[in-house]
């Protein structure tokens, strides 16, 4: 009988304002597939929801290509599969969607090895960084909860920190995308001192509110590195924002935009936010009310019996 897994990766957000392609936060939106081996050499691929009109359905699918690249990492060769997706994370919206895409290709190929090969956290968190450039949105997909991720001597590491139960997160979601791609052209190269300063002292903060203390979310989520370069590239997003903040909430850009995170203080507050955003929004967003993932991305075969995580 053909080995079937099935894989479920959560959406992250990533940066969380001054956290610059270092923190990311995973959340209670989900990708889920079905991955079976076939004994031929075919890529069969159906895919629903998200993207279903546009993502390609041969080999280049990002999902497949991540399969390939953790069976070539082991010295194999990706076997003929059939994908079956169904997609809800928002693509272009800055939710993590290639992030996930490539978690749960990684997954995949875990699921599918296992009891032959065994990839590794510290080998899932490499293979995805190299397909995904940096690791702050893959690491929160593979892991859950809220990431630390750095580079240290060219490998990827992370840290996973328990966020606080009184963190409240709403991700405002417009129409609209943006490219990841366009955004980070946006970046200048360099940056003065003092701005540097100020995102380090934010990003410390926002760890200590983030895990113990939300009533400093609004000062800890303070960021001069970034968003207001990309500002001019999103308009809505940033009046959005600013709207937000200027009330009093926690708003920041999610990963790349053009959807807005809010880390709200409470339930009662998340709910007021949206209220908000939508007598200021000029277009329409659609405000998803989420939890924090504490897991991360799973794979289990399909008869049953998880094998990630461990």
């Known amino acids: ?5 099935v894989v479920r990766v959560p959406a992250t957000s990533a940066n969380l304002g001054p956290g610059f392609d270092t923190l990311g936060l995973a959340l209670s939106v989900y990708d889920e597939l079905v991955v079976t081996q076939l004994d031929t050499a075919a890529v069969e691929i159906v895919v629903s929801g998200e993207g279903a009109a546009s993502v390609p359905l041969d080999a280049s699918h990002l999902v497949v290509r991540s399969m390939a690249h953790a069976y070539a990492a082991v010295g194999r060769t990706l076997p003929g599969v059939r994908l079956e997706a169904v997609n809800v994370i928002p693509h272009g919206r800055g939710m993590g969607s290639s992030g996930a895409a490539v978690v749960s290709g990684l997954l995949a190929a875990k699921g599918l ?3 032959e ?4 956290d510290e080998t899932l968190l490499r293979l995805a960084t190299e397909l995904e450039g940096h690791p702050d949105n893959v690491a929160p997909a593979l892991f859950g909860g809220l990431t630390i991720a750095w580079m240290d001597a060219a490998s990827p590491q992370h840290k996973q ?3 606080h139960r009184g963190v409240s997160p709403l991700v405002l979601v ?11 052209s946006l970046q200048p190269e360099h940056v003065s001192y003092e701005d540097a300063v100020f995102n380090l002292s934010r990003s410390a903060l926002l760890i200590a509110a983030m895990t113990q203390s939300p009533d400093l979310l609004l000062a800890a989520t303070e960021d001069r590195l970034h968003q207001n370069y990309r500002a001019q590239a999103m308009p809505e997003t940033d009046k959005l924002v600013r709207a937000l903040r200027a009330a009093g909430f926690a708003a920041v850009v999610s990963g790349a935009g053009p ?13 007021e936010a949206a209220d908000l955003a939508a007598s200021v929004a000029d277009t329409p ?9 504490v897991k991360g991305g799973t794979v289990r ?5 998880t094998t990630y995580p461990t």
Request: glycine share 10%; aromatic share 4%; charged share 20%.
């Open 161 to 163: 920190l328990i966020v």
């Open 174 to 184: 417009p129409e609209f995308t943006m490219s990841t791609k366009v955004a980070r």
């Open 1 to 5: 009988m053909s080995r079937s897994v």
């Open 117 to 120: 090969v065994e990839l590794s």
């Open 301 to 305: 075969d399909n008869a049953g019996g």
């Open 113 to 115: 090895l296992a009891g």
């Open 259 to 271: 959807s807005v995170l809010v880390l709200a203080d409470g339930p009662g507050r998340r709910l």
């Open 285 to 293: 967003w659609n405000a998803l009310m989420l939890a924090v993932d």
